[in-house]
């Protein structure tokens, strides 16, 4: 069953996610490695669990190659540390190579690779398409879920937009995973995300208004 999204969720948001493996195989002639990019594994966010469907059907490899950027960052052309320019399907994980760029970032990092003193890759994606099901796999609607309950979100379609290098990962969900089992704190959290959201759309809406009508003054 197809459903609009989880909670806070839009159709073209860009998420992120840390990968479970590291670089490998460092080629110096080539500048270049391989790396896991997503094993799809499950990954707590504030809405739920959610899972990244890998398979050649679920994948949208259309925008590859895609920059590798240094912690997401999208700020200026110097942010850019490389590029992945393959990333295929194999063992039920999405796989890529790295080409680093010969910036003098670039280089750096390449170094760092090769000394395995940076090891942490991270996904950014798009999803289009998701899956919702409770605790006892059976499909939800969506807009009838609450907090309380126990929900998988699994992106049955996505896009590869980026991946990254990051020394801690930079993502909504690595503070969730640092709450540990301090539930208190979890209402005020998602009341905060809630309003954040919020605040965007309404900052969308009248940056189209903005862009229809132009800014008019009496």
């Given amino acids: 069953m197809t459903l609009a999204g989880p909670k806070g969720w839009y159709a073209g948001k860009v998420l992120h996610r840390l990968s479970t493996g590291a670089p490998s195989s460092y080629d110096e ?23 990244l469907q890998i398979s050649q059907d679920a994948v949208d ?23 992945v320019d393959r990333a295929w399907i194999s063992g039920g994980q999405l796989l890529g190579r790295i080409i680093f760029a010969q910036t003098p970032r670039g280089r750096a990092v390449e170094g760092m690779i090769n000394r395995n003193e940076l090891t942490a890759v991270s996904a950014g ?57 301090h ?11 809630e309003c954040r959201a919020r605040m965007v759309q309404r900052q969308r809406m009248h940056d ?5 009508f132009g800014n008019r003054h009496d």
């Avoid at 259309?62 to 540390?81: E, G």
């Avoid at 939800?140 to 979100?153: H, K």
Wanted: negative net charge; aromatic residues 6%.
């Fill in 29 to 51: 002639a080539s500048h270049s490695c391989q790396c896991v990019i997503s094993t799809g594994a499950p990954v707590a966010r504030f809405y739920g669990t959610e899972i």
């Fill in 61 to 83: 490899l259309s925008r590859v190659p895609v920059p590798l950027l240094d912690s997401h960052s999208q700020a200026t052309v110097s942010d850019v540390l490389g590029r």
């Fill in 125 to 181: 994606y798009k999803v289009l398409r998701w899956s919702i099901v409770d605790a006892d796999g059976d499909p939800v609607d969506e807009s009838r879920a609450g907090w309380e309950d126990d929900l998988t979100f699994t992106a049955t379609r996505w896009t590869l937009l980026e991946a990254s290098l990051v020394g801690v990962p930079a993502d909504s969900a690595a503070l969730v995973r640092s709450l540990g089992d």
């Fill in 183 to 193: 539930h208190d704190d979890l209402d005020d959290i998602r009341t905060r995300i």
């Fill in 208 to 212: 189209l208004q903005l862009a229809a």
